[in-house]
């Protein structure tokens, strides 16, 4: 296949062309956001945003962005970082954070997080032992009470408590001071009232009331753990964007006066020669000017066959190059490569919302202040009936217990690992709605021309008269084709030059040729009088044609070129755009998902019918203008509406653009036109309808583990906080319950990671595993 970096994928993850005139210009602001533990934090921030004049924001907890979209003139990054502050949170622009860079930061931030985890542990553990012992867990002390003199109870809970589990106050601080509230005052109240209860009831000398110390304690070494394993997990969510960077070299080898020298990758420039080895990865984008080799291009297209490379022919970024040694042109560096392009619009994605995140946003927009209400009702409960410790404990147990964190992180943490997942499968998702979406189709309607087929003309077959040879047949047409652009007269001329005909002698050399009111050329080459156009064209000049098969030929949709020398016909070349060899398959793995396949093309009708027989679909539109294609498109999604489905749409041309902008869900084909790409939701890099299927088995694979996730948070919050508030669970299990919730939702969104696009072998098999796997 043949990619365009400049007009394809890069420029889908680039702003858009200038609007038409009257169309409203939104600028973008991205902000990378810290301090923010759960999502009433990511929902508060996004309220607060919303509010300032003329933006309309979106904050991402699992990516730890703000996107904000505003009028031009209408917000500065000043006041935008300004407004976050305010909330509780800090804020700095996202472009200028180097990935590198964020990822030794957050690196740093996780070991600091390790090594306090480490020493709560540690201070933690002798009142662990204890707490075991009073329940009879621990073999040779069962039964036993206060182990250890609570005055060391005391030193041993205390830093854990104000130096360990000093950020919960930091983040209820920042949290209440903004006008919310969050998990960590959840933590930082729970907690408190334990550790302090047991406080007074020392320095009271009342040895007849339990105290909670170990609870206190092991509460917030436990948050600290979940907190721990829950960042480790999150950072696994971009692994496969990361991977894809990896393969970039940081080096590149360059032409310096005759020598082949190492520079750094920052400093290669467009239009200076690179050199590539065997076995070497190209460091940025360019073209071919030497050498002939083949380029493994799997981590940018998923395509697991080598792609050849020639003088002329374009190579990207990352791809490795086989067995010989090239020298190519840079045209693409820095952020103008297809990898950067790819990384920009996975990075948007991965920090969109999908629509079935809205609920989860809602319930935890009034989650803490709900659940705090429930903690004040239990202890008043408890405190009623006579029984005050017990007030305090349960309480603490509800306020411990319940988890924001788990609902915030359901969806987006999901949405990461399936656009970075796509992403190395050549899946190029622009937004997590399109992601939900294509798992809801219920019609593809997709183009003819370079989506089914090759979308370039060839020679099918040559029908040569006695006592004419195919090869001379071939060679008559392409001596007077050879000047011509027309894609008919380029596919004859390649055929000829295939074939070993279309070298000019003195035989076939013109003496003259004219065009004939675009029916067809005639001219004089050698001593002979070639003509050829149209069968219509020839039997207009008398020439007797093969009736029976011009009747074969054209009833299978190709271009017929009749060609006569001296008045007397010497053959028929057919010509046609031949369907791709995976669209048959593309097709029939469509309709296994359920899909209803439509075709829409410009062709007439007989065109359509040869294609749409081979490729196996029997639902087809011929001779539609673009504004027709977008007509049919309404019509299907008003079809598919009626029934609860969605209606994608396929394409790669100019002619597309309208349709494609009409569907639910749209597809670009990766070799295709500018405007295509720039009106689709999903770019299909590799170029293959096999892209499509993958992208829906990707999208109900995501909504499931979505759905599994939301189901984890609603279930463990509405069990939890009840058996809390009926006193059946103590603080410290309630704590583990708590940090574990999160810890599982992030796990079961990285079993996605086991997805893998559809590979040649094992065709059939493979759609029963995908009907498995979703």
């Known amino acids: 296949m043949r990619l365009n970096p400049g007009d394809n994928a890069v420029s889908a993850a680039s702003p858009s062309p200038a609007p038409a005139p009257g169309v409203l210009v939104r600028e973008r602001l991205e902000l990378a956001i810290s301090g923010m533990t759960c ?16 933006v309309d924001a979106t904050v991402n907890l699992a990516t730890e962005r703000a996107v904000l979209g505003f009028a031009p003139g209408a917000l500065t990054l000043v006041v935008a970082c300004e407004a976050v502050e305010k909330a509780g949170f800090s804020a700095r622009l996202a472009e200028k954070l180097e990935r590198g860079q964020e990822q030794a930061r957050k690196r740093e931030e996780w070991r600091a997080s390790l090594r306090h985890f480490g020493i709560a542990a540690l201070l933690t553990f002798p009142l662990a032992v204890q707490m075991l012992a009073m329940f009879g867990l621990w073999p040779g002390l069962e039964g036993r009470h206060e182990l250890i003199p609570r005055g060391w109870q005391c030193a041993l809970a205390t830093p854990v408590q104000f130096w360990l589990g000093a950020r919960f106050y930091r983040g209820a601080w920042r949290s209440l001071r903004g006008g919310g509230a969050n998990m960590d005052v959840l933590v930082a109240l729970g907690t408190t009232m334990a550790y302090a209860y047991s406080v007074i009831a020392m320095f009271m000398g009342r040895h007849d009331l339990h105290v909670y110390f170990e609870a206190s304690a092991m509460v917030i070494t436990l948050v600290l753990l979940g907190k721990l394993l829950e960042a480790r997990a999150r950072a696994r969510t971009s692994a496969a964007l990361d991977a894809l960077l990896r393969l970039q070299p940081k080096q590149a080898r360059i032409e310096r006066d005759g020598q082949v020298v190492e520079v750094a990758l920052d400093t290669l420039q467009p239009g200076m020669v690179f050199v590539l080895r065997p076995g070497d990865a190209a460091p940025v984008d360019g073209v071919v000017v030497e050498g002939c080799s083949a380029f493994d291009e799997a981590m940018l297209t998923g395509e697991s066959m080598p792609v050849d490379k020639q003088p002329g022919d374009r190579v990207f970024a990352a ?26 619009l996975v990075e948007e994605a991965q920090g969109s919302r999908a629509p079935v995140q809205r609920l989860a946003d809602r319930i935890a927009a009034v989650f803490v202040p709900a659940v705090a209400a429930v903690a004040l009702l239990t202890f008043a409960a408890w405190w009623w009936l006579g029984d005050f410790q017990s007030a305090m404990i349960n309480a603490v147990a509800v306020l411990v217990i319940a988890c924001p964190c788990a609902l915030g992180l359901a969806t987006p943490t999901a949405i990461m690992v399936a656009v970075g997942q796509g992403a190395r499968a050549g899946l190029l998702i622009k937004n997590a709605e399109a992601l939900e979406r294509a798992g809801h189709m219920a019609v593809l309607a997709v183009d003819k021309t370079g989506t089914l087929t090759v979308g370039e003309p060839v020679v099918t077959d040559v029908v040569a008269m006695p006592p004419w040879t195919s090869t001379a047949l071939l060679q008559w047409a392409a001596a007077l084709e050879r000047a011509s652009s027309h894609p008919v007269a380029r596919a004859i001329v390649r055929a000829a030059e295939a074939d070993g005909a279309a070298g000019e002698t003195a035989e076939n050399a013109i003496v003259d040729a004219r065009a004939v009111g675009g029916q067809g050329i005639e001219g004089h080459v050698g001593s002979r009088t070639v003509v050829l156009g149209s069968p219509a064209f020839l039997a207009s000049r008398q020439v007797e044609l093969p009736q029976t098969d011009i009747a074969r030929l054209a009833a299978l949709g190709k271009t017929l070129v009749a060609v006569a020398v001296d008045g007397v016909c010497a053959g028929l070349i057919a010509v046609s755009d031949r369907a791709r060899e995976d669209s048959a398959a593309a097709v029939a793995r469509l309709r296994a998902t359920g899909l209803r396949v439509v075709m829409l093309t410009g062709d007439h009708h007989r065109t359509a019918a040869a294609i749409a027989a081979a490729v196996g679909i029997d639902d087809w539109r011929a001779e539609a ?4 294609k977008a007509g049919a498109v309404a019509t299907l999604k008003q079809d598919a509406a009626s029934k609860g489905g969605c209606v994608g749409m396929a394409g790669d041309g100019i002619n597309d653009a309208p349709a494609l902008a009409a569907a639910d869900v749209s597809f670009a084909i990766g070799v295709g036109a500018d405007a295509a790409v720039e009106a689709a939701d999903i770019t299909l890099v590799r170029g293959s309808l096999h892209g499509v299927a993958d992208t829906i088995v990707l999208s109900r694979a995501t909504l499931m583990k979505i759905r599994q996730n939301l189901f984890l948070a609603f279930v463990y919050n509405v069990l939890g906080i009840p058996l809390a508030a009926f006193g059946m669970l103590n603080p410290v299990v309630a704590g583990a319950a708590m940090a574990l919730s999160s810890v599982s939702v992030v796990g079961n969104s990285l079993l996605l990671k086991r997805w893998r696009p559809w590979r040649n072998d094992n065709e059939a098999g493979k759609i029963g595993k995908e009907r498995d796997h979703e």
């Open 39 to 54: 999502a009433a934090c990511s929902a508060r921030l996004e309220k607060v945003l919303n509010r300032l004049p003329g």
């Open 319 to 344: 791809t490795i190059n086989g067995h010989a040694l090239l020298r190519c042109r840079a045209t693409g560096v820095g952020s103008s490569t297809l990898l950067a392009g790819i990384v920009r």
């Open 625 to 628: 203008l673009p504004a027709d």
